[in-house]
């Protein structure tokens, strides 16, 4: 019930009437509310005490986890509808091998990494062979160095790639060949195409003086058995002087060192290797390589 003060005026003009001014009067004046007025909390809604508290009726559940009582309608985890028996399960009319998920042995699943099968111990196992790469033992895969390969019987990725007797000719001893001249030979044993000529740089198949052609331009085969562009520059190989602009494999141009090597400045373009596309670099295999614009080592 709501009460109401009155305090009168009387004023001493005649002519003036008399006023009146009403306040409500609460039992709970700082909540502006009466003892079962309904009142809310930070926890939910409650009623007034008459210790002015604003007392919240928190709901307890037969079963907390559902909150709902028992027997009360529910929906398993398979989402079929039930009513919750007395110890807290959604019971259906459909009996399952595996109550506590909705599913029978054999029934399709689904497991963190991907598609499974209710086994008999009510989990969900994979269909996979190596469920941590979601695939099967001899399954195509791909190795961490960008190789193709096949999954094996310890869920790894086993690179197939054809090992030779001779990785840089990518031959076997016995194989035909033929010399960076053009002339036809066999693989010999030290891994060298063997022509039956003899030459005086026989791992580029000329002699010392003949014409070759180097990355700049014609040359001549020199007393190092190295293709030496015709001119006088201080990188002949290169054709060009320490200083110059040079061409790079990969990404922009670069500066030639004094290493006679075309290097570039700034920013890597592989932070993670501190590399720039066309640097040299070691394959996987342990075969010379160079970075590529997916900042890989082929």
Do not use: H, K
Not at 45 to 64: A, F, K, L, R, S
Not at 135 to 164: H, K, R
């Amino acid at each position: 019930m709501l009460f109401f003060g009155a305090t009168l005026w009387t004023a001493c003009d005649p002519e003036n009437i008399d006023e009146m001014n009403l306040s409500p009067v609460w039992d709970c004046p700082e909540l502006q509310l009466n003892f079962g007025d309904d009142c809310a909390t930070a926890i939910g809604n409650g009623t007034v005490t008459q210790d002015c508290e604003c007392q919240v009726d928190i709901v307890e559940y037969d079963c907390p986890d559902y909150q709902a009582n028992i027997g009360d309608d529910c929906t398993n985890p398979a989402g079929v509808t039930g009513t919750l028996n007395a110890d807290c399960d959604c019971e259906t009319e459909t009996t399952y091998d595996c109550p506590d998920i909705g599913l029978n042995i054999g029934d399709n699943c689904q497991t963190a990494t991907g598609p499974g099968t209710v086994n008999a111990d009510c989990e969900c196992e994979s269909n996979f062979d190596c469920p941590n790469i979601n695939a099967n033992i001899g399954d195509p895969c791909m190795t961490g160095a960008g190789l193709s390969g096949v999954v094996n019987d310890d869920c790894e990725c086993e690179s197939n790639t054809v090992e030779y007797d001779c990785p840089d000719l990518q031959l076997n001893i016995g194989d035909d060949c033929s010399n960076p001249a053009g002339g036809m030979g066999t693989v010999n044993s030290d891994c060298e195409c063997d022509t039956g000529v003899t030459y005086d740089c026989p791992d580029i198949g000329l002699n010392i003086g003949d014409a070759c052609q180097t990355i700049a331009g014609p040359g001549i085969v020199n007393a190092d058995c190295e293709c030496e562009l015709n001119g006088d520059f201080d990188c002949p190989e290169l054709g060009l002087d320490v200083g110059e602009e040079c061409q790079r494999i990969f990404g922009p141009n670069g500066t030639v060192s004094d290493d006679c090597e075309c290097e570039r400045d700034g920013p890597f373009d592989c932070p993670d290797m501190n590399a720039y596309w066309g640097d040299p670099c070691t394959r996987a295999d342990g075969q010379p390589g160079v970075i590529t614009p997916n900042c890989f080592c082929s």
